[in-house]
């Protein structure tokens, strides 16, 4: 498999994570659709509400001045199959031996960076480089999709209006704050941003900047996105000097990073193969 094909698996599969839970009974937003027409409106709708939660109309128009209704987006998300795979069958593709010799090449070249990350927040380079490197195969493939028009779609759509409709917001909110402009915004089907894939809202709570040069730049910034990863699993419980495998202290911060089991497996395996458990 190529490494492209192999990072549009990878990507998809994160997205995946996010559909896991529909929206409970009256929690949808009050407007959706479920095709491109009314999209405009609703739209128009949502600028309005953006505006009232405190979102600069500069920040507005330049996030959504060229937004439509995707229909790639939505056949994405009806057309997801990859968790219907058992762990065996999954990890045998994604903790492969392209990312086991890359992940610990690069787990010694950023040596001293991860060491400081651990230092902060507890959580030790092999987790970092797996998730490095099953979301987005160590930043070298992102994902083609508009972030802002992917969540406006998903955010128009009424199967997760509400929660979409959030992470839109939050997306506004980053524009806001400076810390990319939209064209940087391009990821996952489903919105996901950055070199290991947060979703707006995540980003938003858990992105740091860690080379102090006064922006929390996921795409671009190695040092960025691997301490706001960290910071993420510290926000979730990471217990330093504790095992992640399935069934031990932290594999729990590993699932909320992606309540796919199969996932959170697959990254925990990755990582011992980076680390060199068991060699």
């Known amino acids: 498999m190529s490494q492209t094909n192999r990072m549009r698996t990878a990507l998809g599969v994160a997205a995946l994570a996010l559909s896991l839970g529909l929206c409970p009974a009256g929690a949808r937003a009050a407007e959706c659709g479920r095709n491109g027409e009314g999209f405009e409106s609703w739209l128009d709708g949502f600028r309005r509400e953006a505006a009232a939660a405190g979102v600069s109309k500069p920040a507005i128009d330049s996030a959504l001045g060229d937004v439509f209704y995707d229909r790639s987006v939505i056949s994405h998300d009806r057309g997801q199959k990859v968790f219907r795979q058992t762990f065996e069958q999954f990890s045998a593709r994604m903790a492969n031996s392209f990312r086991v010799s890359k992940g610990r090449s690069l787990l010694q070249k950023h040596a001293a960076l991860f060491k400081r990350i651990e230092q902060k927040y507890g959580v030790p380079g092999p987790v970092l480089v797996a998730i490095w490197g099953l979301e987005t195969d160590f930043g070298s493939y992102l994902g083609n999709f508009p972030t802002i028009r992917a969540l406006a779609t998903l955010a128009y759509d009424c199967r997760r209006a509400d929660k979409f409709r959030a992470e839109l917001l939050d ?23 950055g070199q290991t894939q947060f979703m707006p809202s995540s980003y938003l709570k858990f992105a740091v900047d860690f080379d102090g ?45 992606n309540k796919a089991k199969v996932y959170s497996k697959t990254i925990a395996l990755l990582a011992d193969k980076i680390k060199g458990a068991g060699d």
């Not at 997306?171 to 941003?193: F, K, N, T």
């Not at 706001?228 to 095992?243: D, V």
């Open 213 to 257: 040069d006064g922006k929390r730049d996921l795409v671009h910034n190695t040092a960025d996105v691997l301490a706001s990863t960290a910071n993420f699993l510290h926000g979730y419980g990471w217990k330093p000097g504790a095992g992640w495998d399935e069934g031990e202290p932290n594999f729990p911060a590993l699932l909320e990073w």
């Open 171 to 193: 997306a506004l909110r980053i524009v806001e704050r400076g810390d990319l402009d939209p064209a940087q915004m391009r990821g996952a089907w489903a919105g996901e941003i």
